[in-house]
């Protein structure tokens, strides 16, 4: 990380958005280590589930999967039921990286769909942070509005 870009007092989070193995864990232990005072960068790390088996399986690269990781243990993702496997990244988080908060947010292939495409896992120290985050989710997989109800009859009018 730049110093210069911000200061280690500001605010921060930072969206880790790749198509699989493309984010090494040191760079997230990185950031989890940046700031020093009050709270650390906040991360939007997204995991990839739907595909995850086959580019495990496809890797052939190991010390790819190492470094995506971070230890040599990655083959046990393999065959996991996706939620466990979302779960066991959060406590890498949680415990590895000492974040007080970590939620596993399932992003699913469309609306209805039970698919889970990723996983949205959000790491904060903030004690507001996980309220917001509820919320927002909630608010952005609630069942929208009919479009009948912004139809208006003129004729009672």
């Known amino acids: 990380l730049q110093q210069e870009r911000f200061s280690k007092k500001e605010a921060a989070f930072c969206l880790l958005d790749q198509r699989t193995f493309q984010c090494r864990w040191d760079t997230v232990e990185d950031l989890a280590r940046y700031k020093t005072e009050r709270y650390k ?55 590895g990286l000492d974040y007080s908060f970590v939620t596993p947010w399932p992003i699913y292939e469309r609306k209805g769909s039970g698919k889970v495409m990723y996983y949205m896992i959000h790491a904060t120290d903030h004690p507001e942070a996980p309220k917001l985050m509820n919320r927002a989710y909630y608010k952005a997989v609630e069942p929208r509005e009919p479009a009948e109800q912004f139809l208006l009859d003129l004729r009672q009018v």
């Open 41 to 95: 960068i906040e991360l939007f790390y997204f995991l990839s589930n739907s595909w995850l088996d086959r580019a495990l399986a496809a890797q052939k690269e190991t010390d790819v999967l190492d470094a995506w990781w971070g230890s040599e243990d990655w083959s046990r993702l393999r065959g996991m039921h996706h939620l466990e496997r979302a779960k066991l990244f959060a406590g890498q988080l949680r415990d």
